[in-house]
């Protein structure tokens, strides 16, 4: 079992910045792909962005890529989820995911409770 434990989410201003952090125990955190998800009232989840296990390859979602960086510290046991220029239309439940894959899959094995984000205009 990993569990993962989000921060870092709050109410800002477009054009503002957060930084999401996702604390992960339970098993050896660089076997895992972590990914970020994100899931808006009425929409369904969507894969924000994802990170391998060593951190060498980056995936971004088209209307993140640019203004959000994912990254983790294998030392930390931490993944986080920067994000800049946020607009209204990022207001969502951030969820951090992990996998034991080289990439998260759309349906990752372990989630984490959630943390909310809105960005007012």
């Known amino acids: 079992q990993v569990q993962l434990v989000e921060s870092g989410g709050g109410l800002v201003q477009a054009g503002d910045s957060l930084r999401l952090s996702c604390a992960a125990s339970g098993r050896t955190f660089s076997n895992y792909a972590m990914g970020w998800f994100r899931q808006a009232p009425g929409k369904g989840r969507e894969l924000v962005a994802s990170i391998t296990r060593s951190g060498d390859m980056t995936y971004y979602a088209d209307s993140v890529k640019g203004r959000f960086t994912i990254s983790r510290d294998n030392a930390k046991n931490t993944v986080y989820l920067q994000m800049d220029s946020l607009r209204p239309e990022d207001t969502a439940v951030y969820y951090c995911?992990?996998?034991?894959?080289?990439?998260?899959?759309?349906?990752?094995?372990?989630w984490g409770q959630g943390t909310q984000v809105t960005v007012s205009s």
């Open positions: 995911a992990a996998d034991p894959l080289s990439f998260v899959r759309v349906t990752p094995i372990y």
